[in-house]
C-alpha cells in the first residue's frame, strides 16, 4: 500500500508539474522539455556506462541541447525553417570531437552516443512543433494540443494496465515486456480513440476531430511501440528503471518513451495532411 500512495502522489506531482508548465506558456514549457531531454540522455548514457559501453556523455548532452535549442528559434522565436539545417554540422561535431579522445574504438563509441541523439533529443525537440502547429495555419502557441496529445497518451497507458490487470491473459511481446497483453493494449486503444473524439469534439484547438481520432489510433499503437523498445533497451542493460528521479516510477526515460517514440509519427502525419496532401 505503502509503494502505491508513493507511486500515486510521485504521478501526481509529475502531471501537476508538466500541465502547470505547459499553460504557463510556450517558454516554460520549452525549459521544462530541454530538463527532460537533458535528464532522459543522462540517464541513457549513464545505463550504457554502467553495461561497460564507451560514450560521450558530455559531449552527447551538449550536442542535444543545442539541437533541442536551435528547434526553439525555429518553432518558440519563429525563425526561418532553414535554421533547422543547422542540425546537420551541429550532429557532425560529435565525430570531430572524438579526435581528441584516446579510444582504441572511436566509432563504437560515436554509434552509441549518436543514437541517444536520435532516440532522445530530436523526438523531444520536435514536440515544439506539436504545441505551436504553424504548419496547419496557427501561428500562436496551443497549450491545448499538447496538453490533449498527453492525455491521449496517458488515458491509453493507464486503461492499458487496468485492462491486463483485471483481465489480461495473451501476452503481446513477451519476449521483452511479459506484463503487457493483448486485452490490455486493447482496453488501452479503445479508450484513447473515444477520449480522442470527445477532444475533437469539445475542445477547441488547430485540428479537426478526424485528426484527434487519427491521433488516437496512432498514440496506443506506436507508444506501445517505443514502451517495448525501452524494455529491450533495459532488459539489455539488466536494469528495471533508467533512474529513480520519481519515486515508485523510475527515470524520466521510463515516463517518456512513449511520447519519444510517438512524436515523429504524429508529426509526420500532421505535416502530410496539412502541407502534402
Not at 572511436?106 to 506539436?130: K, M, R
Request: overall charge positive; some cysteine; glycine content about 8%.
Amino acid at each position: 500500500m505503502k509503494k502505491l500512495i508513493t507511486r500515486a502522489l510521485s504521478g501526481l506531482v509529475f502531471i501537476t508539474i508538466v500541465i502547470g508548465a505547459i499553460f504557463l506558456g510556450q517558454y516554460v514549457y520549452s525549459l521544462l522539455f530541454l530538463f527532460v531531454t537533458i535528464i532522459c540522455m543522462y540517464e541513457y548514457y549513464r545505463a550504457l556506462s554502467n553495461k561497460g559501453m564507451k560514450v560521450n556523455t558530455i559531449g552527447g548532452i551538449t550536442i542535444g541541447s543545442a539541437i533541442y535549442c536551435i528547434t526553439v528559434l525555429v518553432s518558440v522565436f519563429d525563425y526561418s525553417p532553414i535554421t533547422l539545417l543547422l542540425i546537420l554540422p551541429t550532429i557532425l561535431l560529435l565525430w570531430i570531437l572524438q579526435l581528441w579522445k584516446n579510444d582504441d574504438k572511436p566509432f563504437e563509441t560515436i554509434s552509441y552516443t549518436a543514437c541517444g541523439i536520435v532516440y532522445i533529443a530530436i523526438p523531444l525537440a520536435a514536440t515544439l512543433f506539436l504545441a505551436k502547429p504553424t504548419f496547419a495555419g496557427f501561428s500562436n502557441y496551443s497549450p491545448l494540443v499538447m496538453l490533449g496529445i498527453l492525455i491521449l497518451q496517458w488515458v491509453s497507458d493507464t486503461f492499458a494496465y487496468l485492462t491486463g490487470v483485471c483481465i489480461g491473459r495473451h501476452p503481446l511481446f513477451k519476449r521483452h515486456s511479459p506484463k503487457k497483453s493483448w486485452e490490455g493494449f486493447i482496453g488501452g486503444f479503445v479508450f484513447c480513440i473515444f477520449t480522442g473524439y470527445l477532444i475533437g469534439t469539445y475542445i477547441e484547438t488547430p485540428f479537426k476531430t478526424i485528426d484527434w481520432i487519427i491521433m488516437a489510433t496512432m498514440i496506443p499503437v506506436i507508444g506501445t511501440m517505443g514502451d517495448l523498445v525501452e524494455s529491450m533497451f533495459k532488459r539489455s542493460m539488466d536494469i528495471k528503471d533508467t533512474g529513480n528521479i520519481m519515486p515508485g516510477h523510475g527515470g524520466l526515460l521510463d515516463r517518456f518513451d512513449s511520447l519519444i517514440m510517438a512524436t515523429p509519427f504524429l508529426l509526420g502525419y500532421l505535416l502530410l495532411k496539412y502541407l502534402v496532401l
